[in-house]
């Protein structure tokens, strides 16, 4: 049988028939930023810079932003001007690329993945949100919000240790995916990623307002101080 990541069904002769997301996402979010969230559901950046009034292209996030209304929006230190510039496809720039981002709310798809992340936020209050296989939550929620949904093979907010090339072709449409697999993510002429490499990311872009529809679980991750 399959594991999750990979989640390739097969016919008698051994061929690919469907491809399916894994069944568990996940999402950290700040705990200054847990009240808001309840209420309003998950919004990006973007989002959150426009409702305090703060222009939403602001280049890159050297440092951690607190808001007026105090919420949080993470720093980009991963993913400095000149290492992306090095990895990004050649029609883009470093500021296109972290517009982009700023547009998106991202879901991790492997745990492993989800827990190196905490233990890199690890200094402030975190949140775990598990969107859970026993409802197949991870799998509602990329239905109901299919047009917006994208596949990443490999974490978009981190340039520095052997960055993967990106582009827009990296964000493949959820549909193209269960279709082709990673066809589309290749660069013209070269070979595509094997339909068994697992999805790292599941990126939304629009605000999830309902949220609260999908995640069973909301587990502390108490920061540390220092």
Same mark, same amino acid.
């Given at each position: ?15 690919? *028939? ?9 999402? @950290? %979010?700040? $705990?200054?930023?847990?009240?808001? &969230?309840?209420?309003?559901?998950? =919004? ?5 810079? +426009?409702?305090? $009034? ?9 440092? *951690?932003? @607190?808001?007026?209304? $105090? /919420? #949080? ?31 998106? %709310?991202?879901?991790? &798809?492997?745990?492993?993945? %989800? ?23 991870? =799998? ?16 978009? $907010?981190?340039? @520095?240790?052997?960055?993967? /090339?990106?582009?827009?072709? !990296?964000? #493949?449409?959820? +549909?193209?995916?269960? =279709? ?10 070269? *070979? ?13 872009? !629009? ?7 999908? #995640?069973? *679980? ?9």
């Amino acid at each position: 049988m399959p594991d999750a990541g990979q989640a390739i069904a097969r016919d008698r002769k051994g061929e690919a *028939t469907r491809r399916d997301l894994p069944e568990v996402a996940f999402h @950290i %979010v700040e $705990g200054a930023n847990w009240a808001h &969230l309840r209420r309003e559901g998950l =919004r990006s950046a973007r989002d959150l810079l +426009e409702a305090n $009034g703060l222009p939403a292209a602001c280049g890159w996030r050297q440092e *951690t932003l @607190i808001l007026p209304d $105090g /919420r #949080v929006i993470r720093d980009q230190r991963p993913m400095p001007p000149a290492a992306l510039a090095r990895c990004l496809d050649d029609a883009l720039s470093p500021d296109d690329w972290y517009d982009l981002l700023n547009g998106c %709310v991202f879901f991790w &798809l492997d745990e492993a993945r %989800v827990q190196r992340h905490a233990r890199a936020l690890a200094k402030r209050d975190q949140i775990l949100l598990r969107l859970d296989a026993r409802r197949l939550d991870a =799998r509602r929620l990329a239905a109901a919000y299919a047009p917006h949904v994208r596949l990443s093979p490999f974490n978009l $907010g981190a340039a @520095i240790r052997r960055p993967a /090339r990106r582009g827009l072709r !990296t964000l #493949v449409p959820l +549909e193209d995916w269960r =279709r082709d697999a990673w066809k589309t993510e290749a660069l013209h002429g070269m *070979t595509p990623r094997s339909p068994s490499h697992a999805p790292a990311e599941m990126i939304v872009l !629009t605000a999830i307002p309902d949220l609260d529809e999908f #995640v069973m *679980t909301a587990e502390a991750l108490p920061g540390r101080a220092g």
